[in-house]
């Protein structure tokens, strides 16, 4: 199986290069965050077309997150449990949810799609919200692999946080003064990864950003962070035997300001092939 994730910024703006990547590069799933749109207005058959089935998962022009699949999708979940919501002026457990998380299995792989809240500023009732959502990501995590651990568990996508100082390049964003590097949402990360996920790149690709923004030359200048993720769990890690970041992606006619993430996985190889690298 060759997985992605992409916050594609918006899927109307930008279907064509979207299928065009997932068709080149041979993607069988390919986890979308931002699509910007409702679910029925995401342009379903230009996947179809292309041999993909979609689903989609959006309530208007902001957020939103989608799955296309070369396989069955099943098991298809909005939202993991206790996952918070969020409205402006909105507090208490009631908040209306946003389209943030979109859940399935795919050839035995649980799969999420994931565009973890930006947080706004630090202080922000959004930056509480984030904290609260990553709370709950954790939550689910530990418990689903404490009830199958052997289960693979991909939880892909775009968690606004750049884990170490290692992945932001950014001047602008500064400990202290910014979201994406406060301390409580680099715990909140690394709490994640210790209920039982990996991040299956970082080993294969050590250097290298997911996305600049658009101001300010940041692409040219290579002022970029890494905060798009493919976590993994250990049976789903033990499968991996590659890994991109395809940065050029971010280069050409309108592009996303982030790029695709890419991870090859091969289950059957598990217990023949003693010289894969090791990952975690």
Known sequence: MRLATWNVNS?????????????REHIDVLAMQ?????????????????GFEVEAYGFS?????????RKPIENVRTAFPDMPGFAKGH?????????????????GVEVWS??????RALGDPHYDYKLHWLKALEQYTRQTLAASPDL???LVGDFNIAPTDADNGDPTVVQGFATHVSPPER????????AGVHDVVRPLVPTGFTYWDYKQLRFPRNEGMRIDFV????????????????????????????????????FASDEDDDDRPMIF
């Open 152 to 154: 693979p568990l991909a």
């Open 114 to 119: 994931l565009y973890v809240p930006n947080g």
């Open 11 to 23: 899927i109307r703006a930008r279907v064509d290069r979207i299928v065009d990547f997932a068709v």
């Open 61 to 69: 022009q902001w957020n939103g997150v989608a799955i296309a699949s």
């Open 231 to 266: 976590l993994g769990s250990s049976a789903l890690a033990d499968a991996v035997t590659g890994a991109e970041i395809h940065r050029n992606e971010r280069k050409g006619e309108a592009p996303s300001d982030h790029v695709p993430v890419v991870v090859d996985l091969d």
């Open 187 to 194: 715990e909140a990360f690394a709490a994640i990864e210790a």
């Open 34 to 50: 931002e699509i910007k749109c409702k679910t029925e207005q995401f342009p379903f058959e230009k996947f179809e077309a292309a």
């Open 91 to 107: 507090e208490g457990p009631d908040a209306p949810q946003e389209a943030r998380a979109l859940g399935a299995t795919i050839d």
